[in-house]
């Protein structure tokens, strides 16, 4: 029931309104003695005013009035705005008459919401008595809102001012002492409805004055640990039924997990007869591009569970459905993100630091992974669990079925956890999150347990067996003309299994015997011009598992598929087992145990390899053994070792031992510290490595220090290292502002660099790099970035950048300009990806380079992936060019299925590979795999000749026990 009241009593105000027609612009009468604001416009960041101090009702109502107020764009003194007054209703709720035949649970009846109807009319009349609003029902701007219970005695306002436009200009919510809306306004009594916020009109005669009895004390802030429950925090209390949600000042929100008595139909339609029963927690905060404001386009989400699942489902409204993006469809492929998504993290243990990430778009994609300390996401984790989703004519809607076999969790019976929810519109590149979430922190923000709400009033099942055995068969036809002796269509089959056991409800212990990796995609190509190591990311599962417990020292990768912080050592680095220059040794088994026991984070593995005496490798095995402890509320300390039983060196074997600390204080500042050892024999002294990095990551202001040193007989033989016997010092600041009222350009970036690397035994300046960057995030979610670099390298021995073409020992000074435009992936027009361009001096000479990696969406089941890389190189001692052409073709069946065909040639190694893989998950956790490689020499004239080609079945089957 919007309110089109132009007239009414307005005792809150202490005077009648009067209707003054919009168009009466110069009214007689002193302005209100406050600071308007100019107009926003959409897309402007316009400051959210809240408030966790309760305030009487008087006072509170007049404090949003001025707030709103203050945000109007009025264009001179005296001028009056046109508004009209919509619902403010129970926790959003839709409101419908009495007698209607659609009122039900998951909303509010009139007589049931006359605390609503009370709330919309006193902010009416604080409006009016601003002397800049006028009230009119046909205004196109409309202030709406909703409110909740905040607690024992405090009730929780948020209003949001809303143009023609249907853009939020402001935003304010304010917490109200429960008690003097009776003392003030009423004088008649109603009582909340079971307990909860839902009231019972009495007042038949007034509807402006409503009494509200509270309901029971909820117990106070942070619960209590008597009979040995978590204790509550950071959010408010929990909800008191029927209310699902309860928020406090700052919006943090505890909400309810609600028993089913069968199974949900997970099939995403959301028509089970629960949703008519069960309201809906909505109420979700922007993080971009207006953080701390409403979201423009509502979520409603539940969770439920019974004996063996957790269900979450959620209702996506959209004002443009036909705008929704969806681009990718494979299971676990990190496109799922980059479209419009739904993401929720459990915190099972709610140590407020670790936990579950499970994402799902408009087409039912499944990606899940485990994130650790807050930073850390291993995406290459999957468990079983089930999504389904559906559209409506007004959005989309999800249901979510995660088995609690899926999850670790501290123990039986009654549970608290952390939840939160990522809503991400990619056409409107907005980001909403139902407990608050930093713009500093970007999209990591989901991974921030620290700040996450709070789930209660859920009930895990008691502990029974928890086996997985995951046996496989292969069968493969191989051609290698390498090979001694050649191979050719040689037809073989294999067999082996992983299996898994939970130790505890924390601690899981993995096996594998006769390991086999045949379904894992090949590496994509690169080109080196530098004189270090390339870095090739791990693919093959087993060790992708648990990958997040072994990083040390905040060097390894954060997200898989990317490269090392910097140039720090990767103490282990797993893909250094079963592989050997390029080539597969076997694997014949090995153990893993990884997980948590009270607040230490344990890991431990042990593989034995096969020996190779064709390429000279010995049998050998691989150890390591991690432990780390949480101090404070979000910082860690630990030690790893690892072992490896034949050194590469020669005779004899390597260890590698060393602390570490990952520190975490206020928002945005993080400290990263390491002090390692390796030994090996026949390699005494200078066998130290040590690092200290402290870095601010603020949304406006930003800067980073490191200091780092590895000697020059530091060997991690079950590590990478990229360059060796080095001193490096790196410096950043960074200036990130967000202009105000600025329809396209969301951030401006200002970025400036320092690098600088000596001999740690020479003392030799090595490398000096200076870079300033200036880049410009657009509101449509493109991003366009100009670097400009000054570069040194000081070659102490020469360095045969390309066959023939040898630059001299000397120091060499260089200087370039790149120039980067992505497109983002909310286009209708389906391309999206990376357009690149460097020119500049090089070495001797000069070099110019382009690229562009994108990808190309014909349907929602069709995309192609292109990726083009070419350098021109002319120096003094030759020119020669590079080409890295790839495309991967993906054509998905449904999220469960998909073929993908990836062909690459690079002119630097004269290859030419093609890797088809289908991929059918016919069951939660079993596979069928169909790969075809192929690999061919370009030299030879005038078909490129083959060198290997194979086609491997493979089919696996979970079972759980």
């Not at 996401?377 to 089930?386: Q, Y």
């Amino acid at each position: 029931m919007a309110l089109g009241l132009c007239v009414m009593e307005a005792e809150a105000a202490g005077q009648e309104s009067t209707v003054i027609p919009a168009a009466a612009r110069h009214e007689a009468g002193p302005a209100v003695p406050f600071d308007v604001s100019t107009p926003q416009t959409p897309g402007a960041r316009s400051e959210r005013a809240a408030s966790s101090q309760p305030l009487d009702i008087e006072a509170a109502l007049d404090a949003l009035a001025r707030r709103l107020a203050a945000a109007l764009p009025l264009g001179a003194e005296g001028d009056r705005y046109a508004l009209r007054i919509d619902l403010i209703t129970l926790e959003g709720r839709p409101r419908v008459p009495d007698e209607s035949p659609g009122a039900s649970q998951a909303t509010v009846t009139e007589s049931q919401d006359m605390l609503g109807v009370f709330i919309e009319t006193a902010l009416a009349a604080k409006l009016v008595s601003t002397g800049v609003v006028v009230l009119s029902s046909d205004a196109g701007s409309y202030v709406s809102g909703s409110y909740w219970l905040g607690g024992s005695d405090t009730i929780l306002v948020r209003v949001f001012l809303v143009d023609a436009q249907g853009h939020t200009v402001a935003a304010a919510s304010q917490a109200v002492q429960t008690a003097t809306i009776a003392e003030r306004y009423l004088r008649h009594v109603n009582q909340l409805r079971a307990g909860g916020l839902v009231m019972r009109n009495s007042a038949q005669g007034d509807p402006a004055r409503v009494t509200v009895t509270p309901p029971p004390p909820a117990g106070p802030p942070g619960g209590t640990n008597d009979d040995g429950s978590a204790r509550i925090v950071d959010s408010p209390p929990p909800p008191v039924p029927p209310a699902m949600v309860a928020r406090d000042g700052q919006d943090r929100a505890t909400l309810r997990a609600v028993r089913l008595d069968a199974p949900l139909i997970v099939d995403g339609r959301l028509d089970d007869r629960v949703y008519d029963t069960v309201p809906a927690v909505g109420g979700f905060i922007q993080q971009e591009p207006d953080e701390g404001e409403p979201a423009t386009e509502a979520t409603d989400v539940w969770v439920f569970f019974d004996d063996q699942n957790v269900y979450i489902s959620a209702r996506c409204w959209d004002s443009q459905p036909w705008r929704i993006v969806t681009n990718e469809l494979r299971r676990g492929n990190v496109g799922i993100a980059r479209g419009d998504n739904l993401t929720v993290v459990l915190d099972t243990f709610y140590d407020r630091r670790n936990g579950y990430f499970f994402q799902t778009n408009p087409m039912g994609g499944v990606y899940d992974s485990l994130v650790t300390d807050e930073r850390t996401e291993n995406i290459d984790w999957d468990t079983v669990w089930e999504v389904q989703s559906a559209r409506f004519d007004q959005g989309w809607s999800v249901e979510i079925a995660i088995p609690f076999k899926s999850l670790r969790y501290a123990g039986a019976g009654e549970q608290v956890w952390g939840i939160n929810f990522r809503r991400i519109v990619e056409w409107k590149n907005e980001m909403s999150y139902l407990n608050p979430a930093l713009a500093s922190y970007a999209r990591v923000a989901i991974m921030k347990f620290s700040s996450a709400a709070t789930l209660v009033g859920l009930e895990a099942p008691s502990t029974s067996t928890n086996l997985e055995l995951k046996p496989y068969g292969i069968s493969q036809v191989t051609t290698d003309a390498a090979a001694t002796p050649a191979l050719s269509n040689e037809l073989t089959g294999d067999w082996g299994f992983d299996a898994k056991y939970g130790l505890t409800r924390g601690l899981i212990a993995d096996f594998t015997y006769n390991t086999d990796f045949a379904q894992v995609e090949v590496d994509e190509q690169q080109v080196n011009l530098t004189r270090f190591n390339l870095f090739f990311p791990e693919k093959r599962q087993f060790f992708l598992e648990g990958r997040d417990i072994f990083s040390f020292g905040g060097t390894s990768p954060r997200f898989s598929g990317l490269t090392p912080a910097g140039d720090a050592p990767i103490i282990f680095f797993s893909r250094r087992i079963g592989l050997s220059e390029g080539r597969s040794i076997p694997i014949l088994g090995g153990g893993r145990v990884t997980g948590r026991a009270g607040p230490y984070t344990i890991g431990a593995l042990s593989i034995q390899t096969d020996d190779d005496l064709e390429i000279g490798v010995e049998e050998t095995n691989f150890s390591v053994l991690r432990l780390k402890r949480n101090v404070f509320s979000r910082s860690t300390i630990g030690v790893i070792g690892t072992h490896r039983s034949q050194s590469l060196e020669g005779p004899g074997s390597n260890q590698a031992f060393g602390v570490d600390g990952a520190f975490a204080f206020f928002s945005n500042l993080f400290i990263d510290t390491y002090y390692a050892r390796t030994r090996t024999d026949d390699q005494s002294d200078h066998d130290t490595s040590y690092r200290a990095n402290l870095e601010n990551r603020g949304d406006r202001y930003g800067f980073e220090y490191e200091h780092l040193r590895v000697e020059r007989n530091f060997n991690p033989e079950i590590g990478f290292m990229r360059r060796r016997d080095f001193r490096r010092h790196f410096g950043k600041l960074q200036f990130t502002p967000r202009p105000a009222a600025n329809g396209v350009v969301r951030k401006y970036r200002f970025e400036g660099s320092f690098d600088h690397f000596t001999g740690d035994s020479t003392g030799l300046l090595e490398t000096r790099e200076a870079k300033a960057r200036f880049g410009i995030d657009f509101q449509n979610s493109d991003r366009w970035t100009l670097d400009y670099t000054q570069q040194f390298e000081l070659l102490t021995e020469p360095f045969e950048i390309s066959p023939g073409v040898t630059i001299p020992v000397g120091g060499y000074s260089f200087e370039d300009v790149r120039t980067t435009y992505t497109i983002g992936a909310g286009k209708q027009h389906g391309i999206s990806g990376r357009v690149s361009a460097r020119t500049g001096s090089f070495f001797t000479g000069d070099r110019t380079d382009v690229g562009y990696t994108g990808r190309v969406r014909l349907s929602s089941r069709l995309a192609f992936e292109p990726r083009i890389s070419t350098n021109f190189i002319a120096l003094s001692e030759g020119s020669f060019t590079t080409h890295i052409v790839g495309v991967r073709a993906i054509y998905t069946m449904s999220p469960r299925m998909f073929v993908e065909a990836l062909t690459q040639f690079n002119s630097s190694a004269d290859s030419l590979g093609v890797n088809i893989r289908y991929r059918w998950e016919y069951t939660p956790g079993s596979d069928l795999f169909v790969v075809y490689t192929e690999g061919r020499d370009t030299e030879s004239d005038p078909v490129p000749r083959l060198e290997n080609r194979g086609l491997a079945i493979k089919f696996t089957k979970l079972f759980r026990f």
